[in-house]
């Protein structure tokens, strides 16, 4: 009994190695047949075939070739790389790398290399499109197109089978990678805000100063290297801080400018940020305003109350004082003199000055000196202040001398 089941087990062993030696053979056999007049002095594959580089199985009713990329956002020039994958046995098999218009951007060593290429997966790169973007590029399994008539027309080929015009019975399957997105390269973006200062009129002697925001609207750090006033700018016009300053991505930077005019003219400038942003290397602040001369500053004091502003009547031998209530409405303070001058009968019986002194805004009184009459009849009276202003200063009153 254990000799029969001996020979059972070599007999099934035998039969084995029979059976695996005649599909090697059969494989190796089509190869020679079918391909090796093409491909000779390479190692035979399985892979070249549709069903076998292109199907998940020999059912063939599906399309099993895809293409990945390692990532799924680069800046450009970067190097994608993207895995082919498929088929369900080994071998060499020429792939191919296209971008998304079929222009063709790497291969697999390819078929007729000796000892015959890579086999799935193949990974092959090319560099990022060059301008920002959503992009899906596409793979291909190039070899021969023999299922197609093979198994009842029952093998599928996708949408992608493109026969090839130039080699009978070959073609490629081609399928879309998935899609990746090219992004701008970081870069600094200078923005002014606003980019415009008025300063509208100053008084010459005075000065202002308004604000702008350097911004860094871009990804990288924005480096201003320098800040120059445009030519024929205004020395009235200053800023701060001085370059060179850094500003982060996404950050601001506060610049103030002074302006301090000298002279009644409008002035008129910019002032020139320059800093490592590629697409504005110059960004312009425009500035403007314009001074004025004030008006001479003068000592105003007027009359406001005046003893003698009534007709009276004084008697022969006692002696009268007139008062001067005065004031200031100016803004200046000062001193000036008020004189007051009595006349009768066309002649000057007083005359008589009182220094009137006033802050600005301020009211006092004064007396003058006191006035004996010594003849009856009226006395004209005169009262004037010589201050800075043109104004006329001056009050007139009328006195009768009686017994």
Sequence with gaps: MQRFT?????????????????????????FNTYCAGCHSGVTSTCAGCHAHGAHSSSSKSDINLTGKTNKSTYNPGEAVSVTISGGYRSGWVRAILYDQNMVELA???GPKAMGGGAGLPVTLSAAAPSVPGTYSWKVAWYGNQYDLSQVGGKTVFGAGWTPDPNN???????VSTNAFTVTSAAAPDVNLSPAALNFGTLTVGGSATLNTQVQNLGSATLNVTAINACSGTSSEFTSSPAAPFSVAAGGSQNLSVTYAPVDGTVDSGCLQVVSNDPATAVATL??????????????????SGFSASRRVSLSRGKSVQLKLTAVNPGTVSG?????????????????QVVTVS???????SYAFPP?????????SWSLSIADQDPDLDLATAVSKIVR
């Design 358 to 364: 006033l802050a600005a805004g301020a009211t006092a």
């Design 286 to 303: 425009n500035l403007s305003g314009a001074g004025t001369v004030p008006a001479s500053q003068v000592l105003d004091i007027d009359i």
């Design 107 to 109: 291969r697999s060593t």
């Design 168 to 174: 009978a019975n070959h073609g490629q399957e081609v």
């Design 335 to 351: 001193s000036a003199d008020a004189t007051l001058v009595g006349v009768q009968g066309g002649v000057t019986v007083y005359s």
């Design 371 to 379: 006035y004996l009459p010594t003849a009856l009849g009226e006395i």
């Design 6 to 30: 001996l020979y059972l087990s070599l007999a099934v062993a035998l039969l084995s190695f029979q059976f695996i030696a005649q599909e090697v053979r059969a494989e190796s056999g089509f």
